[in-house]
């Protein structure tokens, strides 16, 4: 199995700050790296798929990038709406696994 | 507008049987796969398998193996879930989530198993 090492499990942050988050495979996972945010008691939702590709209807200040076994998810400026929890998913192959979670907290 | 709707939470008793249901609207049922994914209190997130919703075919992954049933009424839009000798490890939020990479999730169902 693919594992998926994201970091950092917490994160501490104020409104308008850019922040990256991290998720590192054991093995090459060909760019099939999704990002998901994830608020208490809601559905998780899709930010970014295949590394790069910003899923319709989330914001600009989301993107991500990586390549191999490293990607980055980066907000690049910090809104009140965007304090959640923050996992990866490698879905290059099965079975799939995700991330431990990034919880993103309002300084 | 695409939706996953799951149906409410279940409490359970250990060695007893649960069915949980996820509702798909908004899209042509069979022209995406179905996922299964636990998240049990306070640990991470974990892929449980895919049912091809043409087919009916699941495929499990090996930590779900046995206990576990996915199914479909297809007619209904609908993907379920059985876990049967319900454990307290079975204790978890159980989402499902559409197609691969999946885009849509439902809101997930609280299932606990105590005595």
């Known amino acids: 199995d693919i594992q998926m090492t994201q970091s950092p499990s917490f994160l501490s942050a104020s409104v308008g700050d850019r922040v990256t988050i991290n998720c590192k495979a054991s093995?090459?996972?060909?760019?099939?790296l999704n990002w998901y945010q994830q608020k208490l008691g809601e559905a998780p939702k899709r930010l970014i798929y295949?590394?790069?590709n910003l899923q319709t209807g989330i914001p600009s200040r989301f993107s991500g990038s990586g390549s191999g076994t490293d990607y980055t998810l980066t907000i690049s400026s910090l809104q009140p709406e965007d304090f959640a929890t923050y996992f990866c998913?490698?879905?290059?192959?099965?079975?799939?696994?995700f991330g431990g979670g990034t919880k993103l907290e309002l300084k | 507008q695409i939706q996953l709707v799951q149906s409410g939470p279940e409490l359970k008793k250990p060695g007893e049987s649960v069915k949980i249901s996820c509702k798909a609207s908004?899209?042509?049922?069979?022209?995406?796969?179905m996922h299964w994914v636990k998240q049990a209190p306070g640990k991470g997130l974990k892929w449980m398998g895919w049912?091809?919703?043409?087919?009916?075919?699941?495929t499990y992954a090996d930590d779900f193996k046995g206990r576990f049933v996915f199914s479909l009424e297809a007619s209904a839009s609908t993907a379920n879930l059985q876990i049967s000798n319900l454990k307290n490890e079975d204790t978890a939020t159980y989402f499902c989530?559409?197609?691969?990479?999946?885009?849509?999730w439902g809101q997930g169902v609280m299932v606990t198993v105590s005595s």
């Open positions: 908004g899209y042509t049922f069979t022209d995406y796969a």
């Open positions: 049912i091809n919703t043409y087919t009916g075919k699941p």
């Open positions: 989530a559409r197609g691969y990479g999946p885009d849509y």
């Open positions: 998913l490698q879905h290059n192959s099965f079975p799939w696994t």
């Open positions: 093995q090459n996972i060909n760019k099939y």
């Open positions: 295949n590394t790069n």
